[in-house]
């Protein structure tokens, strides 16, 4: 008898090993599966997700490659207009906002129209100004092609005494344009804003 009731516990504490070890191969085996199929999942959604990527990437590049195109022609044409949103007076004013769609310089062929703010004055306060006039005769009329995009430069002495020059650079890639008008006489007044062609 003290043999069967010592054998009991043995056998009951083998039949619970049995029974529980067959549950933990099955438990790792369905985790197992469900890994499996999750990073199959992963994997192909990655490739599909790649694709659209890729095709984004090479739509953007077009569009990208014919905007720099289109900023290159029309910089070519000389007939376009340089629309500034700020400006400054060299070497440290304070920078304005430009709210009035009527200051521009379009360059047209061989002459430009010019209406711009500007500072003169030969020592600070500088008083701001307006250029508002055409010029015909651009002297020293240039366009040079730059690695990031255009210098256009030209002098004119704005019916004055004074050697005006306007330096444009283009920025081929965003669209953007820096013009400075420098003179002999008043300090150099900086622009920033974009190029528009004229049709």
Not at 136 to 145: A, H
Request: aromatic share 12%; glycine share 4%.
């Amino acid at each position: 008898m003290k043999r069967h009731r010592l054998l009991l516990p043995a056998l009951g504490f083998i039949a619970a090993i049995a029974i529980a070890i067959p549950l933990v191969i099955s438990n790792n085996t369905t985790e197992r599966s469900d890994t499996f199929a999750t990073s199959a999942h992963q994997r192909r959604s990655e490739a599909q997700l790649s694709e659209k990527h890729r095709e984004r990437i090479a739509r953007r590049k077009a569009r990208q490659e014919a905007y720099e195109r289109f900023i290159d022609s029309t910089i070519l044409s000389h007939n376009f207009r340089f629309i500034p949103t700020m400006f400054n007076v060299e070497p440290a004013g304070s920078t304005q906002i430009i709210t009035n769609p009527a200051v521009e310089i379009s360059y047209r062929g061989d002459w430009a129209d010019i209406n711009l703010p500007y500072y003169r004055g030969y020592v600070p306060p500088y008083r701001l100004a307006m250029i508002n006039t055409v010029i015909t005769q651009l002297t020293d009329f240039t366009t040079v092609q730059t690695d990031n995009g255009w210098t256009v430069t030209f002098d004119s002495w704005l019916y004055s005494a004074n050697d005006y020059t306007f330096t444009l650079t283009v920025y081929s890639k965003s669209g953007g344009a820096q013009l400075e008008l420098s003179s002999t006489a008043y300090p150099t007044t900086t622009y920033w804003g974009s190029i528009a062609a004229i049709y």
